[in-house]
């Protein structure tokens, strides 16, 4: 009982977390790590809340950051302080809300499946997509490409060869790996962002190159796999490519 009063007192001194006047979305992402493992729960869940809602405005070039590692620090911190969970769901939620009133945009979208993603919920990005499909294929298309790991992981195939447009697709996951490359010379981010870029380019393009094959577009499927490869000349990168033009599907990456 002690320890509960002094853990609710602590929470209690910690609430009242403001931004400074200049923030600094890249420290206060760090001091929302510092204060999670220090156990200034409601201060760091706050930290999180304002970089997820301000972060681009001070720094385009935190998109991707913002989407992956901010996320899975705002879940490490939801698993010892159930508010923290919580929030992100709701934020989730209210995007699939907007979506559905078609006033969404692709962008929440990305938000929602990037949350779907980090709690291991792809599910229901597919369910929410099979919607699109049925309500909003204007949407649907707009999007494609972020619901596409979804629903590979369930096996969707079928749906996925409606929506494919190789050239757009592969444009899109080439603009994705540069903007990791970019942020990677960061000395704040460095290699691991790299290594993830990396491994996400390669599961993307050789997904689409086996998405194609399956869709019977085998000649699509081999211009992608020959552009990839001048993106990233990498021999495992080729290896995977290989199963790719045989129409096996790699696992989604995320």
């Not at 320890?3 to 931004?19: E, G, K, L, N």
């Not at 969404?104 to 990005?125: M, P, W, Y």
């Not at 380019?201 to 000649?219: D, G, I, P, W």
Request: hydrophobic share 40%; charged share 30%; with cysteine.
């Amino acid at each position: 009982m002690l320890c509960a009063i002094v853990i609710s007192m602590a929470s209690v001194a910690y609430a009242d977390w403001t931004p400074p006047a200049k923030p600094d979305p890249v420290q206060i992402f760090k001091e929302a790590k510092s204060d999670a493992a220090e156990g200034r729960y409601p201060d760091a869940l706050a930290k999180h809340v304002w970089f997820h809602q301000n972060a681009l405005k001070h720094n385009s070039g935190l998109y991707g950051v913002r989407l992956s590692f901010a996320l899975s620090a705002w879940a490490e911190l939801g698993a010892s302080y159930p508010a923290a969970l919580a929030k992100l769901k709701n934020i989730r939620d209210e995007d699939a809300s907007i979506i559905r009133s078609g006033k969404g945009s692709r962008e929440a979208f990305h938000d929602f499946e990037s949350i779907n993603q980090t709690l291991k919920e792809d599910g229901k990005t597919k369910d929410l997509f099979v919607w699109l499909d049925s309500n909003n294929r204007t949407m649907a298309k707009e999007v494609f490409d972020l619901a596409q790991p979804a629903l590979v992981k369930a096996k969707e195939y079928q749906i996925c060869g409606s929506y494919i447009d190789p050239d757009s697709s592969f444009q899109q996951i080439v603009k994705t790996y540069r903007m990791n490359k970019r942020i990677a010379q960061d000395p704040k981010f460095g290699r691991r962002i790299e290594e993830f870029g990396e491994k996400t380019f390669a599961n993307s393009a050789a997904t689409l190159v086996a998405l194609l094959v399956l869709n019977e577009r085998k000649e699509d499927a081999n211009r992608i796999a020959a552009e990839a490869v001048k993106e990233f000349d990498d021999p495992q990168f080729k290896r995977q490519l290989d199963k790719a033009t045989n129409g096996i599907v790699p696992p989604p990456s995320r």
